[in-house]
């Protein structure tokens, strides 16, 4: 059978397609900006035909309606990272969290998490008779391979992206038209405190750097003080509209990457219409699965790695926790683990933890004792420089106390006092 002819005889409604998920299934959603929303809006439409479907999915950017308290008989939530629309549920125990680093997932689909169905989004064909993942490679394309049953969503708006999600017609089950502009995340504001700590970060990046950057308003400002920067290239989990003004200004260019130079290599894509034009069928972004970008290993391929990603805490003795308030799950580990250990074994790398200095002037980030409950994500063995919009400190290889009296530098003016008491009780010794 020809590709097209496979391709005519899987076509269905979306009612016909989500009659096919069983009770009991596990269902795997397509990450972030790829959720395809059509689908999933259908399945929840469907919830009173099924019973304990267990939903997986990582930075959930939909509605999330399969998390509504009314849902619980028919759906359950398995995070592998906690947002907006599905903390509640976790909070409430109609969900649960997964606790595992991002680039493991496409391995976990083989051990503790078998998928039976996914659902995902794709470009129409190409003349080969290929869709193309767009905007999420990451765990979406082992999801695709393992499952037993692959929904596609079929859509005109999303991008054509390169790399290793370009797949045949014959991998998917079911294909169900429908075109919509995907989900789009906002570029954050950016305020002084921000600013300020975006201009502290930059300091420690030099030409020809290669960058990973996380999601939100740190990131995005750092990108404002690299505009005299030359050659700065990008392996990174994702990237978002930031990064373009710094592209399109000939400032990046992956000239001088030692992994894929020319190339921006990522996992998954967030942001608004721009990216995904920027993006489609661009020959210079690549997206590769999660365990080839994400890999601690492969990422240290490349030199002069610089990580800058951002947290909740950070104890005296460097400690972060960048998930949980206490007890209570507000994210998820994430690829923040993967890019720290990645640009420390990386040659001439760096990584960076940056963090306004307090929650809107009343807490302070900096803290002798993390919350008791609080997960530890980046350890205090892994921990390299830390930011606050006071400045610049390196944790990697200092003592205890050194590690406490640089923290306290650039805790919040009006909170030093008190660290220092507390220094000097638990250390012994005077600040
Ligand atoms: N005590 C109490 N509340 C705190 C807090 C603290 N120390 N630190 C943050 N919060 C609250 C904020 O007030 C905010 O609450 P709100 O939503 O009610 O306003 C919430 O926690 C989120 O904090 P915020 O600073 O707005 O989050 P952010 O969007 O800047 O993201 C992280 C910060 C740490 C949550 C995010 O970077 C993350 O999830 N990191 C882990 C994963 C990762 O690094 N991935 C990297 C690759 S993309």
Redesign the pocket.
């Known amino acids: 059978m020809d590709w097209n002819a496979y391709y005519q005889s899987h076509l269905a409604t979306g009612e016909e397609a989500v009659a096919r998920i069983k009770s009991g299934d596990r269902v795997v959603i397509g990450h972030a900006c790829a959720e395809p929303s059509f689908i999933v809006e259908k399945m929840v439409e469907n919830a009173k035909a099924y019973e304990n479907v267990e939903i997986v999915h990582m930075v959930a950017m939909g509605k999330g309606a399969y998390c509504e308290p009314d849902m619980a008989p028919h759906f359950r939530h398995n995070s592998i990272f906690v947002g907006a629309c599905t903390r509640e549920a976790v909070a409430d125990g109609r969900g649960n969290y997964t606790p595992c680093f991002f680039s493991e997932v496409p391995q976990m689909f083989h051990t503790t998490l078998p998928v039976d169905v996914a659902l995902v989004q794709v470009t129409p064909p190409d003349a080969e008779g290929n869709v193309s993942l767009g905007v999420s490679v990451d765990y979406t394309r082992e999801a695709i391979e393992s499952a037993k049953l692959v929904i596609a969503q079929v859509n005109h708006h999303m991008p054509y992206t390169y790399g290793e999600g370009v797949l045949p017609v014959t991998d998917f089950d079911v294909f169900v038209e429908h075109d919509a502009p995907l989900i789009q995340l906002s570029p954050p504001k950016i305020g002084d405190v921000e600013r300020a700590i975006g201009e502290h970060c930059a300091a420690l990046i030099k030409d020809g750097d290669t960058l990973q950057l996380?999601?939100?308003?740190?990131p995005d400002a750092v990108l404002l003080f690299l505009k005299d920067k030359k050659d700065l290239g990008i392996h990174s989990?994702?990237f978002s509209d930031g990064v373009l003004e710094l592209a399109n200004a000939g400032v990046i260019t992956n000239r001088k990457k030692t992994l894929h130079p020319g190339k921006f290599v990522v996992t998954f894509l967030m942001g608004t219409q721009r990216l995904y034009d920027f993006v489609n069928k661009n020959e210079d972004v690549v997206l590769y699965p999660v365990d080839y970008v994400n890999n601690p290993y492969v990422i240290a391929q490349n030199d002069n790695l610089v990580s800058i990603?951002?947290?909740?805490?950070v104890d005296f003795m460097g400690q972060v926790c960048?998930?949980t308030?206490g007890p209570k799950q507000?994210?998820?580990?994430?690829?923040?683990v993967d890019?720290v250990r990645g640009a420390s074994a990386s040659k001439g790398g760096r990584s960076i933890m940056a963090m306004p200095s307090t929650?809107?002037g009343k807490?302070s980030?900096i803290v002798p004792l993390l919350d008791e409950g609080a997960a530890v994500?980046t350890s205090r063995n892994d921990v390299d420089y830390v930011v606050t919009e006071y400045g610049v400190v390196h944790l990697k290889g200092e003592t205890l106390h050194q590690r406490a009296k640089n923290l306290i530098a650039i805790a919040h003016p009006d909170f030093r006092p008190e660290l220092i008491a507390a220094f000097e009780e638990r250390f012994k010794c005077k600040y």
């Not at 990603?309 to 805490?313: I, K």
Request: with cysteine.
């Open positions: 996380g999601i939100g308003a740190i989990e994702m990603n951002s947290c909740v805490q960048s998930e308030i507000i994210s998820g580990t994430g690829g923040q890019f929650v809107k807490i980030k994500t």
